[in-house]
């Protein structure tokens, strides 16, 4: 299975970046997907999830109205549509996956499947 996360760069406040990860190795419509960011010093910590046939999602509250998950299935790919950065959103991006619904699962670092290399996002004020 690999997860390849892109997308990822410097941006001022205020600004937009949109991530993108392609999945391969794995049934992508049976998974459910996950964004994860770790900053500098700090856990990994969860960011936005999208079910496996795109019809719930869950945020953490830090981004709620700022970041959009979204995913295609017939392109096997998972994508972060952030918007207003801000320099605390400054970390590395990780995807991501695991199998099933959203129900009952708790997404933390213990409780995916796979997880893809990071990209990462740097913030400007």
């Known amino acids: 299975v690999q997860l390849q996360a892109s997308g990822g760069g410097l941006v001022q406040a205020g600004g937009s970046l949109r991530l993108s990860c392609a999945a391969s190795g794995l049934t992508f419509s049976s998974y459910s997907m996950g964004w994860f960011r770790q900053a500098p010093g700090k856990e990994r910590e969860f960011v936005a999830a999208?079910?496996?046939?795109?019809?719930?999602?869950r945020y953490a509250d830090s981004v709620k109205g700022r970041f959009s998950i979204s995913r295609d299935n017939a392109e096997n790919t998972v994508y972060l549509e952030m918007n207003i950065l801000k320099p605390e959103d400054t970390a590395v991006y990780y995807c991501a996956a695991v199998w099933g619904t959203l129900q009952g699962k708790v997404l933390d670092q213990d409780g995916m499947d796979y997880w893809g290399k990071g990209t990462l996002v740097t913030v400007s004020s």
């Open positions: 999208i079910a496996r046939n795109s019809g719930k999602t």
